[in-house]
């Protein structure tokens, strides 16, 4: 989502020219990260999974300005925004300003995007760190699950929560019922028929 978001800014940019990318393609094989600006005190560094606020700008190596000065949101490590921004802002600091000489490779690849960037565009970013949030939690899995809320999970709502998330119903090893019978048998530690939320230990059957 926030993939789009960023390529929708960079689709605005209207006005920007194309311009043919002369740049001895020698330079350009890895992704450069260039520290401009560090602060004395990092308390926090940025990690997978972390949920960022930058401001940013983005241009080809040319100079032409693609994007000026802005802010972004977005998770960082998770494929969400292009593999120069992914590996080129981790261990980062707040208040940290990088420069991302970025190959295409780590950018858009081989194709246009918009009017904006050309094929196999090399692009320079300059990215400041405004705020880091950990990472989103992770999905109540044991809420989805125990639908009637009663801080039990039964071999019914097992049952369902396997068919809501089409996980075949197959034979022998693969059926639902050898598939909740596993899971009970490694779960439901005092085996009341029904796995409390202290007892969950998050499904680590390989079938889920
Ligand atoms: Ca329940
Ligand atoms: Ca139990």
């Not at 000026?68 to 992914?86: A, C, V, Y």
């Not at 929560?161 to 059926?175: A, H, V, W």
């Amino acid at each position: 989502m926030k993939f789009i978001v960023f390529l929708g800014l960079l689709f605005v940019c209207f006005t920007c020219q194309s311009f043919a990318q002369e740049e001895d393609e020698e330079e350009f094989r890895g992704l450069r990260i260039g520290i401009v600006k560090k602060p004395k005190r990092c308390p926090q560094e940025t990690k997978h999974g972390d949920h960022l606020t930058v401001k940013y700008n983005a241009s080809l190596v040319d100079g032409t300005l693609l994007v000026p000065p802005r802010n972004l949101e977005f998770t960082i490590g998770e494929g969400s925004m292009i593999q120069g921004w992914d590996q080129g802002l981790l261990d980062m600091c707040i208040g940290e300003l990088r420069e991302l000489i970025t190959p295409s490779g780590y950018a858009y690849g081989e194709l246009p995007v918009g009017d904006a960037i050309p094929p196999k565009a090399h692009l320079v970013f300059y990215v400041e760190l405004l705020e880091i949030k950990d990472g989103q939690p992770k999905p109540d899995i044991f809420g989805q699950v125990d639908v009637n809320g009663d801080g039990l999970i039964s071999h019914d709502e097992v049952a369902q929560y396997l068919r809501k998330e089409s996980i075949p119903d197959g034979d022998g090893d693969k059926s639902h019922q050898t598939v909740i019978n596993e899971i009970f048998n490694e779960e439901d530690k005092d085996n009341d028929g029904y796995i409390s939320l202290s007892e969950f230990q998050g499904f680590k059957h390989e079938e889920l």
